[in-house]
Antibody, heavy 122, light 110 residues
Framework: QLQLQESGPGLVKPSETLSLTCTVS??????????WGWIRQPPGKGLEWIGS???????YYNPSLKSRVTISVDTSKNHFSLKLSSVTAADTAVYYC??????????????WGQGTTVTVSS | QSALTQPPSASGSPGQSVTISCTGT?????????VSWYQQHPGTAPKLMIY???KRPSGVPDRFSGSKSGNTASLTVSGLQAEDEADYYC??????????FGGGTKVTVL
């Protein structure tokens, strides 16, 4: 059974870079069945898609965050990462990783990590 | 791309039905049959309830159904149960492998 787990610092200083990792277990990140995505949710607010990637290396980013976001993959460790630069308090949120259906459940996010809270504060 | 528009709240009594709308544009909801719906209980990750406008993942009760007309998609929960009280979010493919969410709707079971 495919499972995702986010990890990374819970506290990041303003203007620094937020770095998170999503570890995939029970399946391969090289699967053609999925894109792999990052989604965030500020406290008390709704969901925001940050970006997705396909294991071949193609990445897709939310236009509103594109200048600050990098998603990368380490297939040897079966995990993928999110970097968000120049963070401000507005980037404080729960960050989720999730699968995005590519060959079934098209563009539905079927498997989610439990989420990790990141606070931006000095 | 702008967030999809959902009503902030909806409610119904147990056994009744509630319908949530999700309005976008011809560049997202109206342009593709890739609308999904998610249920989120407090403190938990979202759960996929509907994908490709009308399809239910395995294990999702058939009380949950989806539809679309033009630029507006809808989620209907029939036979409301206490455990259906949650936040619901729609999402849509928006072209070029971009995705967009709605602002969310809090469903209250009276």
């Amino acid at each position: 059974q495919l499972q995702l787990q986010e990890s990374g610092p819970g506290l990041v200083k303003p203007s620094e870079t937020l770095s998170l990792t999503c570890t995939v277990s029970g399946g391969s990140i090289n699967s053609s069945s999925y894109y792999w995505g990052w989604i965030r949710q500020p406290p008390g607010k709704g969901l925001e898609w940050i970006g997705s990637f396909y294991y071949s290396g193609t990445t897709y980013y939310n236009p509103s965050l594109k200048s600050r976001v990098t998603i990368s993959v380490d297939t040897s460790k079966n995990h993928f990462s999110l970097k968000l630069s120049s963070v401000t308090a507005a980037d404080t949120a729960v960050y989720y990783c999730a699968t995005v259906g590519r060959t079934s459940t098209y563009y539905g996010m079927d498997v989610w990590g439990q989420g990790t809270t990141v606070t931006v504060s000095s | 791309q702008s967030a999809l528009t959902q009503p902030p709240s909806a409610s119904g009594s147990p056994g009744q039905s509630v319908t949530i709308s999700c309005t976008g544009t011809s560049s997202d909801v109206g342009g593709y049959n890739f609308v999904s719906w998610y249920q989120q209980h407090p403190g938990t990750a979202p759960k996929l309830m509907i994908y490709e406008v009308t399809k239910r993942p395995s294990g999702v009760p058939d009380r949950f159904s989806g539809s679309k007309s033009g630029n507006t998609a809808s989620l209907t929960v029939s036979g409301l149960q206490a455990e259906d009280e949650a936040d619901y979010y729609c999402s849509s493919y928006a072209g070029s492998n971009n995705l967009v969410f709605g602002g969310g709707t809090k469903v209250t079971v009276l």
